[in-house]
């Protein structure tokens, strides 16, 4: 199993960017995706999860601001990141949840900064 993330860097606040995650061996469909990030010197905080069947949901500190999404014909999973404030700073990573288990991506750094 394969998820790999890109699409991070370095962003302005208040800019945009969307993350990809490409994922491979395992039936994308059947699995829920999400995105989980790491800020430096904090735990991990899970930031959006979007279903098997397309329900969505984001951390309240992005509502209104980040929005999951998923192509199953081309098993990737998208976080498009809009309005980015500077504490949105951390490495984002891809996650796939099914019965088979869990798995992670490597992760993509993205940085909020002037």
């Known amino acids: 199993v394969q998820l790999v993330e890109s699409g991070g860097g370095l962003v302005q606040p208040g800019g945009s960017q969307r993350l990809s995650c490409a994922a491979s061996g395992i039936i994308f469909s059947m699995y829920a995706m999400g995105w989980y990030r790491q800020a430096p010197g904090k735990q991990s905080e899970l930031v959006a999860v979007?279903?098997?069947?397309?329900?969505?949901n984001v951390v309240d500190s992005v509502k209104g601001r980040f929005t999951i999404s998923r192509d199953n014909a081309e098993s990737t999973v998208y976080l498009q990141m809009n309005s980015l404030k500077r504490e949105d700073t951390a490495v984002y990573y891809c996650?796939?949840?099914?019965?088979?288990?869990?798995?992670w991506g490597k992760g993509a750094q993205v940085t909020v900064s002037s």
């Open positions: 979007i279903t098997s069947g397309g329900r969505t």
């Open positions: 996650y796939a949840a099914g019965l088979s288990g869990a798995y």
